[in-house]
């Protein structure tokens, strides 16, 4: 039976395991947990990760993950196929970053929120696929000021225990919906904001039609 931890303890999350007890036909939530963590990806030699967002053409990922003279970037998924990119989008005060592949990846992408999650939202982080843990269950403690984020009014202070290498990272919520990226802290419980990112996202969708795009632009600071 597939756990969830929280708080250090695993607890049983009936509405995803039941399925699997029963027989029964997979549930709704259950499917989207697997998109979830499918669509979450590794980057060039691991060192971080990043979720597939919009149609499937572009990877959200911390900025910190970027290096500063950026160079094509490969995006490893759980079935051992890689694409390669080229960043379009990065902003450093906001620890985010898109990714353009050179085609669509062969997942499910997510879709980026539009607005914050509140204090005291349960949250979901699937972690990356080739470590070994289940999901965990993530209280958002509270939205503040964090200084590693100069950019950032109300960065995500979660519950998450994550591990160096989960940046970039997704953190979802009850509707599979990125609401933010792993970005660091105590135990690595920080995550960025997702929300301004959202219309960058639908924008770099429209336009997935494209030639990659070539070249980094410079961070909007």
């Known amino acids: 039976m597939r756990a969830w931890k929280r708080g250090g303890v695993a607890v049983a999350f009936v509405a995803v395991t ?18 979830a963590t499918a669509a979450t990806v590794t980057l060039g030699d691991g060192h971080c990760a990043g979720v597939v967002v919009g149609q499937g053409r572009h990877v959200l990922t911390a900025a910190h993950c970027v290096a500063q003279e950026s160079s094509p970037e490969f995006t490893n998924f759980e079935d051992g196929r890689r694409l390669e990119g080229r960043y379009v989008f990065v902003d450093r005060g906001r620890d985010l970053a898109v990714l353009e592949l050179e085609a669509k990846a062969p997942v499910a992408p997510l879709e980026v929120a539009e607005a914050l999650p509140a204090p005291g939202d349960v949250l ?7 470590r070994p843990g289940e999901p965990q269950q993530v209280m958002l403690e509270r939205l503040g000021r964090c200084p590693s ?3 950032v009014p109300a960065a995500l202070f979660t519950t998450m225990d994550g591990t160096p290498g989960d940046s970039g990272a997704p953190l979802v919520d009850a509707r599979m919906r990125v609401v933010g990226l792993v970005h660091g802290g ?8 997702t929300a301004d990112i959202a219309p960058e ?4 969708s429209q336009e997935d039609a494209q030639p990659l795009a070539q070249g980094l ?3 909007p600071r």
Request: glycine share 6%; aromatic share 6%; proline share 12%.
């Open 18 to 35: 039941a399925w699997m007890a029963c027989g029964q036909p997979e549930t709704h939530e259950a499917q989207g947990l697997q998109r």
């Open 217 to 219: 632009p410079p961070d």
């Open 186 to 193: 105590a135990r690595c419980s920080i995550a960025a904001p």
């Open 149 to 151: 984020l100069p950019d």
């Open 201 to 204: 996202v639908q924008r770099l």
């Open 124 to 130: 979901v982080f699937t972690g990356r696929y080739d």
